[in-house]
């Protein structure tokens, strides 16, 4: 099993920055994709951003040119950058990873996990 343990949400004002951290740990598999979503009251959670594990990136067009994602293979551990925060973005942060499980002597198991949501508020 994975277990993601995020960090880095708070309370900032609007054009703020924040830079959110979701590091993976357990054994036995390896990080496919790692992104993050949101989810504002009342509203479905949305994708914000991913990163493969060859860099390839895909932003959100609500935030592409404030938001940048990252990831450290060593540390398992994506991040997210965000820079001129704005009310609008405002929402739970959720970390998702997309793991290769290996269990000895079965296929390997494409899994996803979801970290326990961050909130990040932003104030006008």
């Known amino acids: 099993q994975v277990q993601l343990v995020e960090s880095g949400g708070g309370l900032v004002q609007t054009g703020g920055s924040l830079r959110l951290s979701c590091t993976a740990s357990?054994?036995?598999?390896?990080?496919?994709?790692q992104g993050w979503y949101r989810q504002a009251p009342g509203k479905e959670r949305d994708l914000v951003a991913t990163v493969a594990s060859d860099g390839r990136t895909n932003i959100a067009e609500s935030v592409k040119g404030r938001f940048t994602i990252s990831r450290d293979n060593t540390k398992k551990t994506v991040y997210l950058q965000m820079v001129d925060l704005q009310p609008e973005d405002t929402a739970v942060y959720y970390c998702n990873v997309l793991a290769s499980i290996f269990t000895p002597g079965r296929p390997t198991r494409f899994t996803e996990y979801w970290g326990q949501g961050t909130q990040v508020t932003v104030s006008s």
């Open positions: 357990g054994n036995g598999f390896s990080l496919n994709i």
